[in-house]
Structures are given as C-alpha cells and as structure tokens.
C-alpha cells in the first residue's frame, strides 16, 4: 500500500490562555497543522470536526465547526497548514471552567488527513486566574463554636472564623468591622476591628482561613459584625454575623412569646415567613434553630424589634441537612442584653 500524506504534529497558539469568565467570552485560536508527503505526489483534504472542551478529564462541550483544507505535495515535502478561529464561550461554560481546579481545563482539536491523525491542546484558566488579579469569590462567616448567630455572656471571649475562596494570587486585603450597641441598627460600615493584609496564593480557586481578634463582649445589647474585602467582585453581599451580649446569668423565661407561622414541623425553605407577636420592651429577636432536643443551635438570625416577621437566607439554610428535623425557637432582648421573652420549641423539616 502506497502511503499517502501524514500529519506529523498538531500545535495551537497560544497554548495556555486566559478566559475572562464574567458573561459570555471568546477565544481566538490557531492551530498549525504539519504534515508530510513520504513517497508520491497528492492532494489529500485535512480537516478536524470540532473542538473539544474538556474539565478535568470529561468533555462537557463541543465548540467550533469543521476547519478543512485541501494540501498538495511532492514527494519529500512538507507544509505547515494554519486554521484560524474564534471559539464562542458561553456564560454558562465560563462559570464552570472559573469553577474548577486550575489545570484541569483544556480545549482539544483532533486533525486527520487520509491516513494520519494528530492531536493538540490548549490549557484554559479564567480570566481571574493564573496571570491575573486576585479575585475573591466567596465569604463564609461563623464563629469559632460553629454557630451562625449567637448569644454571649458578658466578659466571655469569642472569636469569629471568615473562610474564603479565591483566585490567582496577591495580597489580600481585608477588614473585620463591627457594629456595636451603641450605633445605630442602620449604620452601614460600622468601626474597624481588625485590619488584615496576608499573602494567598493560587494557579486556580484557592481557599484560606481568617480568624478574628477576640469580639467585644463588654456592653450588653446586639453586635453586627462582617468581613469586608477588596477585589470581591463576585460578591454581591457580604455575609453578616449577629450575636448578642448578655449578663452572665442566661437563664430562659417561661414560653411567653407567641409564635404566629410556621406551624409546628412545617417544611421550611427561603420562602418560609417567621412571624410572632410582639414583647413589649424588646430591643430585637432572635431566632435559633437548634439539633432536636439538644440546645446546639446549627443556624438562626438575629433582627431588631422593628421587625415581626422574617425569612431564612439561603445563607442560614445552608447548614440545615436535607431531609433532617430540627428544633425551633424565638427569644426576645431588651436594650440591656437580657432574655425577656421565649417561645416553646417546634419543630421544622428541611426538605
């Protein structure tokens, strides 16, 4: 058999390249396509079907059309065949490739002539990532006994813990602000409590670990606290942590808060409605939702008197298992930190 023109190497330009991941995007490639005639003249077609985009090991798209040319050549020779083109990434296809570890994104084209096929690759990263800006994506806040809002004896010591995803590398930069009884429930950056510069660094989605100094226990009454950042474009609202300071003695009044929904082991989602009656001289409410029969509260929210009614966060519902019960209730504070109102426990489902 005579053997017909082979194609000895695949290459793309550029082979690493960096995606801008917030909305649709594109890539403009070339793939340079070698072969080689070994014996007699011909004109054989080169061609490639698609390209493939692959994140760690799976194709989860195609991309692009057929590229196709024709090549002539005389025995001995060789050429170097050039495709050019514009791959549309779609706003869906950014969020996974700004999702997954770094490496593990690579767009492939396969070219075959009559005989032979070769293989190239292209290593993508997201725009925010290898090469680019430090980028923060995502801020977890609890304190340091895993709960989400939390009520304190005075004098007691409490730290608050900030978990973050990132990515690339820099110097992140960041601020641990508080809001203390003393100012206003409306007040919107409160006073700084710790300012935090540390180094991270990441090829891809990173993750660190801040811990705050110890919280100000000293004044009875509610404290808002958060963990302000820069380079946070992908957050749209950062996470608050409420907690309330209390005197030493915590002890629960009888069940005298009246509770107006959910009923008693009623299925609880972001729609849900918390509502109840209100305890004169209560300066705010705090709702925790505790492991059945156990006083461990797992989540909760803490707001000011001027509201009877709220719903759960996507952030709160996050640290409820699904298809688990747990244990609800609802206590009232006044302007000096005490508990002067309760309501009996109930049940909900997270579905």
Do not use: C
Request: aromatic share 6%; glycine share 8%.
């Amino acid at each position: 058999m005579i053997a017909e023109a082979n194609v000895t190497s695949v290459t793309v330009t550029p082979q690493r390249a960096n995606l801008n991941v917030k909305g649709a995007s594109s890539l403009s490639l070339t793939w340079n396509v070698t072969r080689l005639e070994p014996t007699a003249p011909a004109t054989v077609p080169v061609s490639s079907t698609n390209a493939v985009l692959q994140i760690n090991g799976t194709n989860v798209a195609t991309l692009g059309g057929t590229l196709l040319r024709q090549s002539t050549l005389n025995p001995a020779q060789s050429e170097t065949l050039r495709f050019s083109e514009v791959l549309s990434i779609s706003a869906s296809l950014a969020r996974k490739i700004a999702e997954a570890p770094a490496g593990s994104v690579l767009i492939s084209r396969t070219f075959t002539d009559t005989q032979t096929t070769g293989l190239a690759r292209l290593s993508v990263f997201s725009g925010t990532g290898q090469g680019g800006a430090l980028s923060i994506n995502r801020i977890d806040l609890r304190f340091d006994n895993n709960a989400r809002t939390d009520v304190i004896a005075k004098g007691d010591t409490r730290r608050a813990i900030a978990e973050i995803n990132f990515r690339s590398s820099g110097l992140l930069k960041g601020e641990w602000r508080i809001i203390d009884p003393t100012a206003s429930l409306g007040s919107a950056r409160g006073r700084i409590l710790q300012v935090v510069r540390q180094q991270v660094v990441s090829s891809g989605q990173g993750r660190t670990r801040i811990v705050s100094p110890a919280l100000p226990t000293t004044k009875n009454g509610l404290y808002l606290l958060t963990f302000s950042v820069e380079n946070a474009d992908g957050i749209t609202e950062l996470p608050v942590l409420r907690y309330f300071v209390l005197e030493t003695s915590t002890k629960r009044p009888a069940d005298n808060l009246t509770t107006l929904s959910p009923g008693n082991g009623a299925r609880v989602n972001q729609e849900t409605v918390f509502a109840w009656e209100n305890v004169p001289g209560a300066l705010a409410y705090q709702i925790e939702i505790l492991t059945p029969g156990h006083d461990v509260v797992v989540s909760g929210k803490v707001v000011s008197a001027q509201d009877l009614k709220l719903k759960l966060s996507a952030f709160s519902l996050d640290n409820l298992n699904s298809g688990e019960s747990y244990d609800w209730r609802l206590r009232a504070f006044d302007k000096s930190g005490r508990v002067i109102g309760s309501s009996p426990r109930q049940l909900l489902y997270m579905p």
